[in-house]
């Protein structure tokens, strides 16, 4: 929220003379609009530099699209390293067959995901840190061992962005099937979603739950299980 400090107003008397109604009347209606004018700049200068703040009426699906259709990097990312490395198949981003897993020849960096250059021989993979990271490292393929098996693809977004502004990254190897025991989605230091996106009506929804006891505290192990709004689903 921008919060503006109040405009101080200082009056000149020119005259002992105490000014007529209408004219007083017509100074207080001016000096109305222009608090009204500026709390509505106000707002809208909130909701635009935090959209976050807005609420959901519909989830925005997101594919990520590292490459352009001809093969160079998406305009929009700027290559902040570059390394060569061993692929193999993203244990992240399991819905795209371009999704690779990639340690470095040198210093064994991990990077998931990374996503192959389309081509009939894929030498060079851009890994993002983020789905809307504005760098990327570029990666030349020294072993690329290809996608998952056609059977394990399967349509689910690797990050989600919830309608409070939290982010939650796919879990290794999540379970779906054991929603009450097994995160999905790790969102940070105790708070986690489970099962996947409910994807029944124009706001997706998952279930959360954040742990209670922190650091040795007391009390519940876990809070209880709730529903929470998807504000960005990205594949």
């Known amino acids: 929220m921008v919060l503006r400090r109040p405009m101080r107003m200082t009056f000149h008397r ?16 001016a000096v109305l609009a222009l608090v009204l004018m500026t709390a509505a700049c106000s707002g809208d200068a909130a909701e635009q530099a935090h959209p976050e703040a807005a609420p959901v009426t ?19 990312l700027t290559v902040t390293d570059e390394a060569d490395a061993k692929c193999s198949a993203s244990g992240v981003d399991l819905s795209d067959p371009t999704a690779r897993r990639c340690m470095t020849t040198e210093g064994y960096l991990l990077y998931d995901p990374c996503y192959v250059r389309p081509g009939p021989t894929p030498d060079t993979a851009l890994c993002l840190r983020e789905p809307d990271s504005t ?13 998952l098996p056609p059977e394990e693809i399967t349509q689910r977004p690797w990050y989600l962005q919830l309608e409070d502004g939290r982010r939650c990254v796919l879990a290794p190897r999540p379970d779906p099937t054991d929603p009450a025991e097994q995160p999905t989605y790790t969102c940070g230091k105790g708070d986690h979603l489970f099962g996947m996106p409910d994807t029944s009506a124009p706001v997706w929804t998952i279930g959360n739950r954040q742990d209670t006891d922190t650091a040795g505290g007391t009390g519940d192990a876990e809070s209880a299980l709730r529903e929470v709004d998807i504000r960005t689903a990205w594949f």
């Open 14 to 29: 020119h005259s002992p003379a105490r000014p007529a109604a209408p004219a007083r009347s017509a100074l207080l209606t």
């Open 58 to 76: 519909a989830t925005q699906r997101v594919t990520v699209e590292p490459f352009t259709p001809d093969g160079a990097p998406s305009p929009r």
């Open 135 to 147: 760098d990327a490292v570029r990666i030349h393929l020294v072993e690329d061992a290809g996608p």
